[in-house]
């Protein structure tokens, strides 16, 4: 438990990459902490932390980025898998189809993507426009091979 390199206030997510990578969501640290895996199992590897997020929620990880949702304001973060920001998608909290907290997220085997909002108690699905230009689209969390 800490704010130093490594460490935790708060894990809220977790999510696996290429290459042995953990990246584990600090909600209370408000960053994203990043480790590999080593030759012992019960062991990773500090290697890096991607900080300054607002409040993060949930991630996903595939196999070129990694996607959060964080509050204030809302909206979906897409990073590069070295942290450099390459996208934000805002996310409108009024209703009907407004968010106050996309909690949780999930994209499924044809590109849809679900947000459940706790605090207006539902989930959402989203279905891609045929023309959407893929770089800006959620993806499926990365699967190892």
Do not use: C
């Not at 390199?5 to 953990?22: D, E, S, Y």
């Not at 480790?35 to 991630?59: C, G, H, I, Y």
């Not at 996903?60 to 934000?88: C, E, H, S």
């Not at 207006?120 to 770089?135: E, H, N, S």
């Amino acid at each position: 438990m800490g704010r130093g390199p490594g460490q935790f206030n708060g894990i809220h997510a977790i999510g696996i990459g290429a290459g042995g990578r953990i990246y584990a969501l600090d909600r209370s640290g408000n960053r994203i902490n990043v480790f590999k895996t080593t030759s012992d199992p019960a062991k990773v590897e500090f290697v890096e932390a991607w900080p300054n997020l607002r409040l993060p929620l949930d991630l996903i990880v595939n196999d070129d980025a990694v996607w959060i949702t964080d509050l204030m304001p809302l909206r979906f973060i897409k990073f590069d898998l070295t942290g450099k920001q390459l996208y934000t998608w805002l996310v409108p909290p009024d209703l009907p189809d407004g968010y106050l907290e996309v909690h949780t997220l999930s994209v499924d085997s044809n590109g849809n993507l679900y947000g459940g909002d706790n605090q207006y108690g539902r989930t959402q699905k989203f279905v891609p426009k045929p023309d959407a230009y893929p770089k800006l689209l959620i993806r499926q969390p990365w699967v190892g091979k």
